[in-house]
């Protein structure tokens, strides 16, 4: 899947997203049942001549069937919005109408109408949204938004092992005693280093039982299980690790060498002799491994650059160069809620160097909301954005 842009359509439609989401033996479980009452409305040929239909108890039953097995699987799926580990956008009103964000509360009153490929709310506002785009969230448009005040820990969770697809093969995995090596989820994956470069590959072959082993010439290879899961975490920790690499999001952490907390430069994880601890975020590697280089590291929309003799190294500053003063006193306040992150991101846009002092709070609250609705993001009630303003600076 591609990082996407709502406005290049790419993403996944309703079904597309149900089905990548849905435990694989919930999914199959729908199928049959469907089948089975599609088959029933079906006249069937008969060995003594004529037809042999179901009985209306008989259909009666296999759509009670199919609707139980249905709702087992869109009940989560719609939950996942809630959640906001999956985020749909759409064209409201009409399919030629720009796509808008789905604003995550709403599918509380959403219904799906999976086959149009359309949602429409019921809460009594009737809007309706065509071409529904369904996005996980390391390739959603918000994703560097919502990376903001995450420590690099919280952001793998987030964007890794809380990712609905990735979740859903390893409830199908559990459940078909498929897992070798007793590769416990997310255990598994926190017991890791992973490399800032890792590959869908080499990840891959870490789910063969044990280390390589040799059969009759040949090198155990992982199951067909094995390299999707490989391959849909992995794309989740490429995008991670993309918009670090890209400076889209800035990152600042302690440098153990010189105990002080400074940016992180942008070409670092592009380095492929470096790892991160995911349980607590450290960057491990270079001269100092297997201790960590860095520690504490924090995402921001803040674009971080920092000297390459400092920042693009593992080994101890020598005395000669000064260490790096403290970082400055952000003007921005520390977003903590979702609501605070698409403030803050509307914020950053619209005063760089912080709110010119003077300025009106009903002044600042509409200019916020009206470039959210510039960014496609949902907007933010006066009240969430007044709580954020009143929050002290970092």
């Known amino acids: 899947m591609q990082t996407p842009s709502p406005n290049k359509q790419k993403g996944w439609t309703l079904i597309e997203a149900l089905e990548r989401t849905t435990c694989s033996d919930l999914w199959q479980q729908y199928l049959e049942a469907k089948q089975a009452y599609e088959t029933s409305l079906v006249p069937r040929g008969s060995d003594l001549g004529g037809y042999l239909i179901a ?14 097995a249905f709702n087992r699987i869109v ?21 030629s109408s ?27 506002s009737g809007v309706v949204f065509h ?3 369904v996005f996980p969230l390391a390739f959603d448009s918000s994703f560097e938004t919502r990376l903001a005040g995450l420590s690099l820990a919280e952001a793998f969770k987030r964007c890794v092992l809380e990712d609905p697809e990735v979740v859903a093969i390893h409830t199908f995995q ?7 090596n007793d590769q416990r989820f997310p255990e598994r994956y926190l017991d890791m280093k992973w490399p800032v470069t890792l590959s869908a590959e080499s990840l891959a072959m870490s789910f063969v039982r044990g280390p390589a082993t040799v059969l009759g ?23 991670l690790m993309g918009v670090l690499a890209s400076g889209a999001v800035g990152a600042d952490a302690t440098f153990k060498a010189s105990g002080v ?23 491990i590697g270079g001269d100092t491994y297997p201790k960590p280089a860095w520690t504490g590291v924090e995402m921001s929309l803040r674009p971080l650059e920092a000297p390459i003799a400092i920042a693009d ?26 609501a605070d992150k698409r403030t803050h991101s509307a914020v950053i846009k619209l005063w760089r160097g912080g709110i010119p002092d003077g300025l009106q709070r009903k002044v600042v609250v509409h200019r916020i909301n009206a470039q959210l609705k510039e960014m496609n993001l949902p907007e933010v009630s006066a009240k969430s954005i007044s709580r954020y303003l009143n929050k002290k600076r970092r």
């Open 313 to 338: 190294t593992t080994k101890p500053i020598p005395a000669r160069v000064a260490k790096p003063k403290p970082r400055a006193r952000s003007p921005y306040p520390k977003p903590t809620t979702p």
């Open 98 to 124: 720009p796509q808008t964000a789905v604003f995550s509360g709403g599918w509380k009153s959403i219904t799906c109408d999976f086959g149009k490929n359309r949602i429409k709310d019921r809460s009594g």
């Open 55 to 68: 009985t209306v108890e008989t259909k009666r039953r296999l759509r009670a069937v199919r609707d139980e």
């Open 131 to 133: 071409d529904v785009r």
């Open 261 to 283: 907390s400074q940016p992180i430069g942008r070409q670092l994880w592009n380095r492929t002799d470096l790892c991160i601890d995911v349980r607590n975020g450290d960057l």
């Open 217 to 239: 010439g040949r090198e155990a290879i992982p199951s067909d299980l094995g390299v999707r899961q490989a391959e849909v975490v992995c794309s989740r920790w490429r995008a």
């Open 174 to 180: 559990n459940a078909m005693g498929a897992l070798e």
């Open 75 to 95: 009940t989560p799926f719609k939950q996942r919005f809630l959640d906001e580990r999956l985020f749909a956008w759409g064209s409201k009103e009409t399919r």
